[in-house]
């Protein structure tokens, strides 16, 4: 039985060490000003509303807001950086952002 109880505690000691102790920004509770208001201009109409939703993303140490509906056909045209402008068009890079981002946090626009 001890030899049980020190080999539980073997793993659980490793999987503690192992765990991914990075420096990543944590997500707002709340989505900015500025956000909430884009929110509300899509869901004007309730019936978008359960198909809305804002993903927090970190990348390159800053936070991204990324505002899709279900409906739209371009799925990236709502990119905004925590300044609140929209990166999408802009010489952003891409194809580096999509690669190596982290998606932090997905909020329900029906909050």
Same mark, same amino acid.
């Given at each position: 039985?001890?030899? %049980?109880?020190?080999?539980?505690?073997?793993?659980?000691?490793? !999987?503690? $060490?192992?765990?991914?102790?990075?420096?990543? +920004? #944590? !997500?707002? &509770?709340?989505?900015?000003? @500025?956000?909430? !208001?884009?929110?509300? &201009? $899509?869901?004007?109409?309730?019936? +978008?509303?359960?198909?809305?939703?804002?993903?927090?993303?970190?990348? #390159? #140490? &800053? +936070?991204?807001?990324?505002?899709?509906?279900? %409906? @739209? /056909?371009?799925?990236?045209?709502?990119?905004?950086? /925590?300044?609140?402008? #929209?990166?999408?068009?802009?010489?952003?890079?891409?194809?580096?952002?999509?690669?190596? *981002? *982290? &998606?932090?946090?997905?909020? /329900? !626009?029906?909050?």
């Amino acid at each position: 039985m001890r030899q %049980i109880f020190i080999i539980i505690c073997l793993v659980l000691c490793t !999987a503690l $060490v192992a765990c991914d102790k990075n420096d990543d +920004l #944590n !997500a707002p &509770e709340e989505l900015p000003g @500025w956000m909430k !208001a884009k929110v509300d &201009e $899509v869901i004007t109409n309730k019936d +978008l509303c359960p198909i809305t939703q804002v993903t927090i993303i970190q990348y #390159n #140490n &800053e +936070l991204y807001y990324h505002l899709y509906c279900a %409906i @739209w /056909s371009c799925s990236h045209c709502y990119l905004y950086n /925590s300044k609140g402008e #929209n990166v999408f068009g802009q010489s952003f890079d891409f194809e580096t952002f999509m690669k190596e *981002k *982290k &998606e932090i946090k997905t909020i /329900s !626009a029906c909050q």
